[in-house]
């Protein structure tokens, strides 16, 4: 298993949470996500590593950005 972390800036609500969550779960590999709404704070677990490259499309689809990538 591998675990990478993120911040995820832009959310404002639990449907941004939503959001976020339904785009980085369809990343292939993805077996959780956890999204802290109030740090940002986005944990992406996978059975093998995934690029960061892929968390941070799926997250721009949601309509939000991966801060300092």
Do not use: F
């Amino acid at each position: 298993m591998t675990t990478s972390t993120y911040t995820v800036v832009g959310m404002t609500c639990g449907h941004c949470v939503s959001s976020v969550t339904e785009e980085v779960s369809q990343v292939p590999g993805v077996t959780d996500v956890a999204v802290d709404l109030a740090s940002g704070g986005l944990t992406v677990t996978s059975q093998t590593p995934v690029e960061d490259s892929a968390v941070q499309a799926a997250v721009e689809e949601a309509g939000y950005q991966v801060a300092g990538r």
